[in-house]
């Protein structure tokens, strides 16, 4: 059974930094698509990052782009978002989401089917 585990999360003012993991148990395959999500109270739930595992590829929402970047650990089966010039209307739960059967098609949009439990980042002005 895959787990996904984020962790990192915390409170930052406005301007600082985070990095989130998200480390995966259970998974021996190398090719998966892995998104991040967040979702704020009231706010439908937004992709922002993801990666195709098996090459690197990546890709993110405008509304994150030029400030979070991911990347991935493949020895410790654990991906990363690095979340620079954080801004108060990044504040949200972020979750990261794995797809193991569409490891081809990964890319903005597409369906997950592993979830983890999230970790909460609150930025404050």
């Known amino acids: 059974q895959v787990q996904l585990v984020e962790s990192g999360g915390g409170s930052v003012q406005a301007g600082g930094s985070l990095r989130l993991s998200c480390a995966a148990s259970?998974?021996?395959?190398?090719?998966?698509?892995i998104g991040w999500f967040r979702q704020a109270p009231g706010k439908e739930r937004e992709e922002v990052a993801g990666m195709k595992t098996v090459n690197g590829v990546m890709y993110y929402a405008d509304s994150v782009k030029g400030r979070f970047s991911i990347s991935q650990d493949n020895a410790k089966n654990t991906v990363y978002l690095q979340m620079n010039s954080l801004k108060p209307e990044d504040t949200a739960m972020y979750y990261c989401?794995?797809?193991?059967?569409?490891?081809?098609?990964?890319?903005?949009?597409?369906?997950?089917?592993?979830w983890g439990q999230g970790t909460q980042v609150t930025v404050s002005s």
């Open positions: 259970g998974d021996f395959n190398r090719r998966k698509c």
């Open positions: 989401a794995a797809n193991f059967a569409l490891w081809f098609a990964c890319g903005l949009g597409m369906k997950y089917n592993y």
